[in-house]
């Protein structure tokens, strides 16, 4: 399978995304790495949230509330959620003044070159596994929201080296991060709360919006009112160049 880009893809994506992506990467394990993503300097201080919606549920506790805080959030959707949350994805959809809904994969397989499993999930294995894994959920993310992702998070937001390029020759960017706000959903409430209000001008904050049964999503509305009332802005990250 050629790296060709995804059809319908905005040329603007490359180039934003050259902008955008910081080339270093801090490594995760020898095999894989975790690509750091700032926002660019510039304007008001501001952060991009960034929530995973993996295979699960919908916390519309957390929904409810970026919508009554009007807070804008990019939203990394996995084709098996769209599937099996038809009534998320339509208040999704309903608000996409403050939601950008993007690329978080088909089947939920980290991007990871090789036999075995990352963080408990199997790697998607070969490269050819990693682009299908990249253009079928890309496909879905279209077809469910009526427009193109320009961004891809793979999941556990681990990589092989060797997978970032072809990622990127597909047309995306790749959804790095800098503070990590709940761990995988992990976190108690006022530890996810407590990590968001530290976060600084142009950080790209990360947590989860599919598990609505754990105190994390809590944790995270808790703490983006917190940093709401400091001054500190939020942005989409297809607005990052902008700022």
Known sequence: MTATPYPGRRQTAIGMAAVLMSRAAHAASPAQVAPALRLPPGGR?????????CPGAFDMRLARALVEQSVPASLFL?????????????????HRDLFSLQNHGARHLPPVLGAGATFGLANAGTMDAIRAEVASGAATVEAACGQAPTWFRGATALYSPDALAPIRAMGFGIAGFSLNADMGASLPAASVAARITKAQDRDVIIGHINQPLRPSGAGIAAGIAALKAQGMAFVKLPDQIAI
């Open 45 to 53: 201080p501001a952060v991009a949230l960034t929530l995973d919606a």
């Open 78 to 94: 996995t084709a098996l959620w769209i599937a099996r949350n038809p009534d998320g994805l339509a208040f999704v959809l309903a």
